[in-house]
């Protein structure tokens, strides 16, 4: 065949291709449209999951009567006119492709009036991708897009189409995913003329927080962990799921940059790291967070959904993301009471006199000299909210103002449940589950203070690796030796193993080696050995712990309870299940209709 250049019709179908995968995909298209357009109420209607109508009505700046044609063409936008102008793009969309796709794989109507016009117009394209001549209609200030029967013409896209919930659930969830960061915005979507969701603007903290119940659920919103941290050009805000919320489907992850709901390689592998030995393996963290920085160091242009960023120092922002997260997650301790566990624990607060004095009563003995002042911190917090009750609740008794947090253990429960005396109430502790925790805790503190100790392999082992891996392993001796892993290149495409960690002498080299490669291409950099290393103190913990079915002394339980005061993430035990539980004097009254 001779090379012939494709009809306009014909190029935007196969644009659409990439853009418009289903109905949640218009949806979100267009939604994105309304918000660059400053939309502060929208109304969407759908019908059918989506297949028949799709119709988004907003209240924002609207479109020109003589722009309303070259909205509809491909490559013809509004918001951006120079190659700077996309490198500092703050809106959602930059590429004007969104309208001209889907006008080519559905029936589109479009109806504006401009701010400042007294008339709305309307155009709509035929099937043939040619446009009506423009008509005045009625509309009030802002847009309508109308679109009917997607699909009608690419049969081979109707065929991947789910059932009509399905396709609507992908709806809610492009929806829901838009409100999360549009704040200002209100919306109400409607499903075969049923109200599915509505929400008014929450301009306020307060207004958010119930808009993330709304969205997430009432679970969610309540048992979340705030983070807010700042570095050079960078913050990142927003909530974190306690581990022991986590979801067998990641499902509830939301991560924005610059306000663009994306998904990103370097973004999942520093909150899973993060969030590594709080986790059940195959469990989901939840999260919804937001990352800022300036336009300039992330590329969004580089996935025709706009589902993607790449950033220009990733390193940079896995580095961020982990410590502020990891920090945030071992600040989940038993004396980080509800109040204190929604602000991720900050180093600069005054500490009040009273509660330093009860911490070194207490803690002298703690072996886990890290992080003192979050121990001091979140401590003072508890003996705050210990001494600030509300007056419906029992006063502490005048006789033990010292109890600690996780107060004074009375019995050994079929040898399993420590039961304990609190200030505020009883203390119920899984000893097994939260000994496996301080031990594993310790081990991995005594282990980073030591460095990991390299033991020499008996037979040296040589790897076939790929060109680009020998030459990460020629170029990163420090690195490599930081793991203490003493790997050299061998040739141009084989390396040799000597020595590695002496904790891990047991382990498969080879796949550890392997694994470690891998994500050193990946991510310039690998948590491989820390992960196994850590693994395997994880098992030592387990087999050093006490065991269900051993009777402790008092003793030793007060040992345990006060050692979990001292150590962070003990709230979870290695699989992410709690390790304590408290029932509070209010919380024991009414189980016994007290005060009733
Ligand atoms: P892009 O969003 O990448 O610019 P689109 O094809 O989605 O490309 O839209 C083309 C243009 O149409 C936009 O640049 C904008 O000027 C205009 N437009 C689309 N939808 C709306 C809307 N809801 N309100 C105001 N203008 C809109
Ligand atoms: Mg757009």
């Not at 001779?2 to 291709?17: D, E, M, R, V, Y």
């Not at 075969?192 to 119940?213: F, M």
């Not at 035990?573 to 304590?580: S, V």
Request: glycine share 6%.
């Amino acid at each position: 065949m001779p090379i012939k250049a494709l009809p306009s019709h014909l190029i935007n179908q196969i644009a659409a291709g990439e853009v418009i995968e289903r109905p949640a995909s218009v949806v979100k298209e267009l939604l994105e449209n309304s918000l660059d357009a400053g939309a502060r109420r929208i109304e969407i209607d759908i019908e059918r999951g989506g297949v028949s109508l799709i119709r988004i009505q907003d209240d924002g700046s609207g479109i020109a009567a003589d722009e309303l044609t070259l909205a509809l063409s491909r490559h013809a936008t509004s918001k951006i006119a120079s190659l700077t102008d996309l490198e500092n793009v703050a809106t959602l969309g930059f590429r004007g492709e969104a309208l001209p796709s889907i006008a080519s794989v559905a029936r589109l109507k479009l109806c504006s009036r401009a701010a400042g016009a007294d008339s709305a117009f309307q155009v709509e394209v035929d099937t043939d991708g040619t446009l009506s001549p423009l008509k005045p209609a009625a509309h009030p200030q802002g847009t309508t897009i109308t679109v009917k029967d997607l699909f009608f013409n690419v049969p081979a896209r109707r065929k991947f189409l789910r059932t009509e919930n399905t396709e609507f659930n992908h709806i809610f969830k492009a929806v829901q995913k838009q409100l999360l960061v549009a704040h200002s915005v209100g919306l109400s979507l409607r499903h075969n003329r049923k109200t599915v969701l509505e929400v008014g603007p929450a301009a306020t903290q307060d207004q958010q927080q119930q808009r993330l119940a709304t969205l997430l659920g009432t679970a969610f919103a309540e048992q979340t962990i705030a983070v807010d941290a700042n570095a050079i050009e960078m913050a990142l805000h927003g909530w974190l799921g306690q581990p022991t919320a986590a979801r067998s489907q990641p499902d509830m992850q939301f991560f924005f940059v610059n306000g663009r709901a994306v998904r990103d390689k370097v973004i999942v592998h520093a909150v899973r790291q993060a969030f590594q030995d709080v986790l059940y393996h195959g469990r989901h963290p939840v999260f919804v967070l937001y990352l800022t920085l300036p336009p300039a160091v992330v590329d969004v242009n580089v996935h025709p959904a706009k589902a993607e960023v790449r950033f220009r120092d990733s390193r940079l922002v896995h580095d961020f993301l982990y410590s502020t997260l990891h920090k945030a997650i071992a600040g989940v301790k038993p004396n980080a009471l509800p109040s204190a566990a929604n602000h991720p624990p900050t180093s600069t607060e005054p500490l009040p006199a009273a509660p330093a004095q009860v911490f070194n009563q207490h803690h002298q003995q703690s072996r886990v000299p890290m992080q003192v002042a979050e121990q001091i911190q979140a401590y003072a917090a508890l003996y705050q909210a210990a001494n600030h009750e509300p007056v419906t609740a029992p006063p502490a008794p005048e006789s033990t103002p010292e109890l600690p947090p996780l107060g004074r253990a009375l019995a050994h429960v079929h040898d399993i449940y420590i039961l304990a005396e609190s200030a505020r109430g009883l203390v119920l502790v899984d000893a097994h589950a939260a000994h496996e925790r301080v031990t594993y805790e310790r081990l991995k503190t005594q282990f980073a203070a030591q460095g990991i100790a390299r033991q020499p392999l008996l037979l040296p082992l040589t790897l076939v690796v790929s060109p680009q891996e020998a030459d990460w392993v020629e170029q990163n001796p420090d690195l490599l030796t930081a793991m203490a892993l003493e790997l050299n290149r061998a040739g141009p495409d084989k390396i040799v193993l000597r020595s590695a960690p002496a904790v891990l002498v047991s382990a498969d080299h080879e796949r550890l080696v392997r694994d470690v490669l891998a994500d050193a291409q990946q991510h310039g950099q690998s948590a491989k050995v820390q992960e196994a290393c850590h693994a395997l103190l994880a098992t030592l913990a387990c087999h050093g712990s006490v065991r269900a079915g051993r009777r402790l002394t008092l003793d030793e339980m007060n040992a345990l309870l006060r050692a979990m005061e001292a150590t962070e993430r003990s709230g979870q035990c290695n699989h992410g299940r709690p390790t304590w539980v408290e029932l509070t004097g209010q919380e024991l009254d009414k189980l016994f209709q007290r005060g009733r």
